[in-house]
């Protein structure tokens, strides 16, 4: 049995390795050996790199252990289903460590309906997560909308986008290796020569 654990954070300004001595060492508890799995990507979309490689190298019996639910998930509900779907499927047991109650497992009818019990605590709180993070953009909003700030949006960069059109224009790379040589996503690749 390994313990996986699964720190993020939202943005690489953020310390994703924040809470992970703390998890280590609360890991033990279960055995010593452990895999951490650290990412800088928002907890609202489902499909994440440092998860999905978690997901991939779980083992039945294994443990998922987060700090809270908030830092597994900001899905919509629909999203978190398929998330949860995925981890039981995976056969691992999820751990929440400030959720005392995922902390053991009991046997019998107690341990059956301690299981319901923390199903529907970790749902709760998927689900505040949620609506605390949609809370907070709608916030944001607000505030940029009242100080009359207008965003912009992101600057295209001209020279990389030049690149790629004059590595094209010699017929004689495909559309990945582009993306390798330029520095940017093969999506962005396409994007810049359909618009010509």
Do not use: C, W
């Amino acid at each position: 049995m390994t313990v996986r654990i699964y720190v993020r954070a939202s943005t690489k300004d953020q310390d994703a390795t924040r809470a992970l001595a703390d998890l280590v060492a609360f890991s033990k508890s279960y055995g010593d050996t452990y895999m951490d799995y650290v990412e800088h990507f928002s907890g609202t979309k489902l499909e994440r790199p440092a998860l999905t490689q978690l997901l991939n190298d779980a083992e039945q019996g294994d443990i998922l252990l987060v700090e809270s639910v908030d830092r597994l998930s900001r899905l919509s509900q629909d999203d978190f289903a398929i998330l949860k779907q995925r981890i039981k499927d995976k056969g691992l047991r999820l751990v929440v460590a400030d959720l005392p109650t995922t902390h053991t497992v009991n046997d019998g009818m107690t341990g059956d309906i301690l299981k319901v019990i923390n199903d529907m605590l970790i749902d709760l709180l998927a689900t505040m997560a949620k609506l605390d993070n949609d809370k907070r953009r709608e916030r944001i909003k607000q505030g940029l909308a009242n100080s009359g700030y207008k965003p912009t949006g992101k600057k295209a960069n001209t020279v990389k986008h030049n690149r790629i059109r004059e590595l094209d224009s010699q017929n004689n790379m495909t559309k990945e290796e582009i993306a390798k040589a330029v520095g940017v996503g093969v999506a962005t690749v396409y994007r810049v020569l359909k618009e010509g």
